[in-house]
Antibody
Framework: EVQLVESGGGLVQPGGSLRLSCAAS????????MNWVRHAPGRGLEWVAT????????YYANSVRGRFTISRDNSKNTLYLQMDSLRAEDTALYYC????????WGLGTLVTVSS | DVVMTQSPLSLPVTLGQPASISCRSS???????????LNWFQQRPGQSPRRLIY???NRDSGVPDRFTGTGSGTDFTLKISRVEAEDVGTYYC?????????FGQGTRLEIK
């Protein structure tokens, strides 16, 4: 059974940094593209970033490019999201999702950016 | 960038009646490999999103056959043949053909 468990969320001040993690199990992690998607309060889902499966290609939403960095450690079956220069509008529940077409999702980790 | 537009944004439905959600993309979603990467997700209240349909019309494992996806090019539809209480939630389409990926705004289905 696929399991994705996000962690690392919390309260951070504007301009601060946070690193999210997603621990994966139940599938061949190194063979799967992985994604971060967020859900801000009162808003819809927003795709954030993708890390490809077999190359080092990464893709970002315009709203986070240059501030967020997606990475992965295949030896640890873990996906990361380094978030720098955080803004109030980055406040959201952050999900990791498996595969190019997001076929499985975790429960999410909450990030709150506020002074 | 591709923009995904859903309608309606709110959908009150009587139990046992059909429901239909439209999703339109600002550009064709036909990939260079010929496939169309249009997905539908369901998010029940308090739960994570769950993929229902991939590549326009393929149901994911465990998805009831009352859910049907159709469409081509830029015009797509999710239909529920007979709405049940467990279908309450928000439905999103998402294009997986172009970068950046894009979701529709979401359609909130409620029981009338």
């Amino acid at each position: 059974e696929v399991q994705l468990v996000e962690s690392g969320g919390g309260l951070v001040q504007p301009g601060g940094s946070l690193r999210l993690s997603c621990a994966a199990s139940g599938f061949t992690f190194r063979s799967s593209a992985m994604n971060w998607v967020r859900h801000a309060p009162g808003r819809g889902l927003e795709w954030v970033a993708t890390f490809s499966a077999t190359t080092t290609n990464t893709y970002y939403a315009n709203s986070v490019r240059g501030r967020f960095t997606i990475s992965r450690d295949n030896s640890k079956n873990t996906l990361y999201l380094q978030m720098d220069s955080l803004r109030a509008e980055d406040t959201a529940l952050y999900y990791c999702a498996k595969d190019w077409q997001l076929d499985s999702w975790g429960l999410g980790t909450l990030v709150t950016v506020s002074s | 960038d591709v923009v995904m537009t859903q309608s309606p944004l709110s959908l009150p439905v009587t139990l046992g009646q059909p429901a239909s959600i439209s999703c339109r993309s600002s550009q064709s979603l036909v990939h260079s490999n010929g496939d169309i990467y249009l997905n539908w997700f369901q998010q029940r209240p308090g739960q994570s999103p769950r993929r229902l349909i991939y590549q326009v019309s393929n149901r994911d494992s465990g998805v009831p056959d009352r859910f049907t996806g159709t469409g081509s090019g830029t015009d797509f539809t999710l239909k529920i043949s007979r709405v049940e209480a467990e279908d309450v939630g928000t439905y999103y389409c998402m294009q997986g053909t172009h970068w950046p990926r894009a979701f529709g705004q979401g359609t909130r289905l409620e029981i009338k």
